[in-house]
């Protein structure tokens, strides 16, 4: 795999980590914290983030940069107002 494709490879699924949390994120700024939904809501998208970074043949070096990804979509979607 040449570098040009990993590079989208990687910042495709780090948009999509950011993507997927954003309404997570929303819906976990609703409910009580330490609550059952907030834990669900954190902890729904990690299979998917998962199965993208297997399906797309990326080692386990990239996953910090996954997980500021999610953290990153949390805190955006706990922010946002309608």
Not at 13 to 37: D, E, I, M, Q
Not at 48 to 68: E, Q, T
């Amino acid at each position: 795999m040449d570098i040009t494709t990993k590079l989208a490879l990687v910042l495709g699924l780090f948009f999509f980590t950011f993507l997927l949390n954003l309404p997570f994120g929303y819906l976990r700024a609703k409910v009580r914290k330490f609550s059952f939904r907030w834990f669900l809501y954190i902890h729904l998208p990690i299979p998917l983030i998962f199965l993208g970074r297997r399906m797309s043949h990326l080692d386990w070096r990239y996953i910090p940069l996954f997980v500021a990804a999610a953290l990153i979509g949390q805190l955006s979607g706990g922010n946002l107002v309608f």
